[in-house]
């Protein structure tokens, strides 16, 4: 199995009491922290224990807007490309109507230069309405998302590929625009040339899932043990349709992780997390506690390590994790790397 890291951004209020003047180097030296951790005994060696780092693509944080620091994504990007060697970097997922998906592909692409090869492209449809009408997007059915969604998908794909794109649709048009520098990376998508990974993200049956069957190398929907084995048999039914392998795709999930040695310590990093989030997000928190306290990754390291094997037999390949104290505390995040990833990671 195959682990990504989550990085705090602020956009879960996981930034609340660190100086601005701080909050990047918290970032940095988490991503840092993944760049070079080995798996085990948690020490500097070449076997890193999380493949990527990731940010999310959101403006306004949530339960609720507030005005604590939301970090964007794709300058993050940029900047952990700069300030890392090895990891690589993701978003889950960037919003496609937040950036014109030819500018989008001429972004990642810059990034992927920067990073020496390392961008991984996470895309879907987008959801949060505030977040949607306060920056004038205004908030397009769910039908018009996703198929906006599958045109920008091929854009960014023959920007990458054939250095540029021309393309009329109901939703974009590209009129020879072109892209270069190239992506370092070669061989996602087609099997050759120039591109980017694609992480295609959601669960809807009818059309999220079949655009992941046309163009995604990575999925990513329902992590619990039930949810992820319908998606995936949803996902495998629109791949025979469309004529793709299924074995092609590598499916992920993402996982809140509450971690302790033992239960009284799992019970505690409850206990924290209920305490920040009644301060931080009073009117909101019973669901946000609720969440964290139900997800599938709750309770000590073998707890989680069999959670994951389950998982992990149902064909979830790669894991992106979520510790809603990194910031603060990395007591958990190391635990996991000492005890959880060694176990799976073979």
């Not at 060696?45 to 306004?60: I, K, L, N, R, T």
């Not at 989008?104 to 961008?119: F, N, W, Y």
């Not at 974009?172 to 996602?188: I, K, M, R």
Request: with cysteine; hydrophobic share 35%.
């Amino acid at each position: 199995m195959r682990f990504g890291l989550f990085i705090p951004q602020g956009w879960r209020h996981d930034l609340v009491g660190i100086d601005p003047s701080e909050q990047w180097e918290t970032m940095r030296s988490l991503a840092r922290y993944a760049d070079t951790t080995a798996a085990g005994e948690g020490l500097p060696g070449d076997a890193p224990a999380f493949e990527s780092v990731w940010v999310y693509d959101h403006f306004h944080t949530v339960p609720e807007p507030s005005t604590e620091a939301t970090h964007e994504a794709w300058s993050l990007m940029a900047a952990f490309a700069a300030s890392t060697e090895r990891v690589r970097l993701g978003q889950m997922c960037t919003c496609m109507a937040y950036r014109n998906p030819a500018y989008l592909a001429k972004v990642a692409a810059t990034v992927d230069t920067i990073s020496g090869g390392r961008t991984e492209m996470g895309i879907g449809a987008g959801w949060y309405e505030h977040e949607w009408r306060a920056y004038g997007y205004g908030f397009p059915t769910a039908g018009d998302r996703l198929a906006a969604l599958d045109e920008g998908v091929q854009i960014m794909a023959s920007m990458w590929r054939e250095g540029s794109s021309t393309f009329h649709g109901s939703y974009y048009s590209t009129d020879g625009a072109l892209c270069y520098p190239q992506p370092l990376q070669h061989g996602a998508g087609d099997g050759v040339g120039p591109s980017i990974p694609l992480w295609i993200a959601g669960g809807g049956e009818k059309k999220t899932l079949r655009t992941a069957a046309k163009y995604a190398q990575y999925t990513n929907f329902d992590g619990s043990p039930e949810g992820f084995a319908h998606k995936s048999s949803v996902l495998e039914a629109h791949c025979t349709d469309v004529g793709r392998d299924f074995g092609e795709i590598t499916r992920s999930g993402n996982y809140n992780v509450i971690i302790g040695a033992d239960d009284a310590a799992v019970r505690d990093r409850l206990a924290w997390a209920e305490d920040h989030y009644r301060r931080v997000v009073p009117a909101k928190a019973d669901g946000e506690i609720e969440s964290l306290r139900n997800g599938p990754l709750v309770g000590t390291p073998e707890q989680i390590v069999e959670t994951l094997t389950t998982l992990q037999g149902l064909g979830m390949e790669y894991a992106i994790t979520y510790f809603p104290d990194a910031a603060y505390d990395r007591a958990s995040l190391e635990l996991f790397t000492r005890e959880v990833v060694p176990a799976l990671q073979g």
